[in-house]
């Protein structure tokens, strides 16, 4: 229940919609697009509205110009249903400017080059119904994900790259009241443990701060001391060693994405976006401190995000390789943002959190598609437009089998630039679809926002990327 509320001047977030005549829904989705100004929070994160605030929704409710929303779309057949509603997708600005994107759990881990959670809610309010399941093949951080089982659908998430599974899961279990008790406890540790190693800046305290010399295990990474200091290496193993011993999967999962959140912030790589050596100069118990805050901050969202989302509605998150083209239940919707070629290298971008997850960085280096370090090879080896081209033709290949017929594979996807030449993915794709029975049906251009980083900069000067639909005809005879 969102905002239970203890004065007779608050009013809680279903109370409010109540008085504008909306569903909590609606509410909620006008407050996300930034359609309405955010109330206060109280002491447990919920909303609350004072009488005035209330007053303006009922208000804007009042003037709005906005349809009722549209009914649940039939589980008829997509041939009868596909052309109004792909007309529908005609009418929206895709640019989605100034538009708010770190509602619920979308902001609770940095992933580069992931969409911006309006452009998956577009797709699935208008290409699936409630109760149908969509897929995102390339899950990254789970945005697809959250907006289906916000949207009542259910989720089905594949990634090569275990860290995003690992914030995929993060993001859409939401949080129980014994995991959330469990993880304030946690964060409360690691704030007092922190305090307890600032520098003194007293006046005439003649002892040092404690100096933290954790037990606890760190990866045996000959370039752990380059990219960190030794005391935020002791303060990770502690804080690490903490989240490992959360009984609870969902808690533990949680514990570990607010770790894996701080791990390049507390490091001497520049930034998420750029892989170069810096100093920080990261004080003695910082680390400990911006952990406890992580904490506190994936808290609050999975608690709102259990909220809004009915348990009834499941997400399933896979760690595969799409060319293995592995075993998932039937779609019926795909909606992802796939890499492309040159564009981002992920496991090198988020080498040091993967080692300090002991995951299998390695391997995902190996199966990672598109990444600059295969594009920017000119040996023999080194990969083309046709390599992507190929890996598209048998990823579409096996997708055409697992989505059902006359549904609808959406791809969110930029040019490339290879070797000086532009590269038109979504030409790619659609070209890789064909021999499968995919027939491109819409193609749409959009303008990304201006502080979208890119970790190349010859794709930084491309500003605009395409939203290509295609639909799942089934194989020629
Ligand atoms: C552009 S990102 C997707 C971001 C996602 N839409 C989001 O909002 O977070 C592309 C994803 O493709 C994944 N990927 C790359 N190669 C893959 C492969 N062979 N199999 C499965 N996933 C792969 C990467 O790990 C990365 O998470």
Not at 330 to 341: G, M, N, Q
Request: net charge positive; glycine share 6%; charged share 25%.
């Amino acid at each position: 229940m969102e905002g239970a509320t203890n004065s007779e001047n608050r009013l809680s977030t279903a109370e409010v919609a109540r008085m504008a005549g909306v569903h909590k829904d609606t509410l909620l989705r006008w407050l996300r697009s930034g359609l309405i100004r955010e109330p206060g929070r109280d002491r447990h994160g919920w909303r609350y509205f004072t009488r005035a605030e209330a007053e303006a929704v009922a208000s804007f409710a009042k003037s709005s110009s906005e349809a009722p929303s549209s009914p649940p779309i039939p589980a008829t057949a997509v041939e009868e249903r596909a052309a109004p509603y792909l007309g529908k997708l005609t009418a929206i600005d895709w640019d989605f400017a100034g538009a708010k994107t770190s509602y619920l759990t979308h902001g609770i881990h940095p992933y580069p080059a992931k969409f911006i959670p309006q452009i998956p809610n577009a797709l699935i309010q208008e290409l699936s119904g409630v109760g149908d399941t969509v897929g995102d093949i390339f899950c990254g951080s789970g945005t697809t994900l959250v907006e289906a089982l916000t949207l009542k659908r259910h989720a089905v998430g594949i990634d090569a790259n275990p860290l995003a599974c690992l914030i995929s899961r993060a993001k859409t279990s939401g949080c129980s009241e014994s995991d959330r008790d469990v993880l304030l406890a946690l964060a409360q540790r690691a704030r007092t443990m922190g305090d307890s190693l600032l520098p003194s800046t007293s006046e005439g305290n003649l002892f040092p701060s404690p100096k933290l010399v954790s037990q606890h295990w760190r990866p045996s990474f000959e370039k752990l001391t380059f990219w960190f200091d030794q005391h935020v290496i002791e303060e990770l193993a502690e804080a690490l060693s903490w989240c490992r011993e959360v009984e609870s999967d969902v808690a533990r999962d949680l514990a570990l994405t607010a770790f894996s959140s701080i791990v390049v912030a507390v490091s001497r790589q520049d930034s998420d976006t750029r892989y170069v050596r810096r100093e920080k100069n990261i004080p003695p118990g910082d680390t400990l401190r911006r952990f406890a805050r992580s904490l506190e901050q994936i808290i609050q969202a999975a608690t709102e995000f259990s909220d809004v989302v009915e348990p009834r509605f499941r997400c399933q998150i896979m760690q595969a390789n799409l060319l293995d083209a592995p075993p998932i239940p039937t779609l019926d919707l795909v909606v992802c943002s796939p890499p492309y070629p040159n564009a981002y290298s992920y496991h090198l971008y988020h080498m040091t959190r993967m080692i300090w997850l002991g995951m299998d960085q390695p391997r995902f280096k190996k199966e990672e598609i598109g990444s600059h370090r295969k594009y920017s090879s000119n040996g023999k080896n080194g990969a083309t437009a046709e390599t992507f081209k190929a890996e598209f033709s048998s990823i579409l290949l096996w997708l055409s089998r697992k989505l059902r017929q006359g549904g609808y594979a959406c791809f969110v996807v930029g040019d490339s630039t290879l070797k000086g030449q532009r590269i038109n993915n979504a030409d790619l794709i659609a070209q890789a679809g064909e021999p499968a029975g995919f027939r491109e049906v819409m193609r749409i251009n959009r303008t990304m926002q201006a502080t979208k980083k890119a970790f190349n900069p010859a794709i930084g000067k491309i500003k605009t990327e395409n939203i290509l639909i295609l639909e799942n005809r089934g194989k020629r005879a």
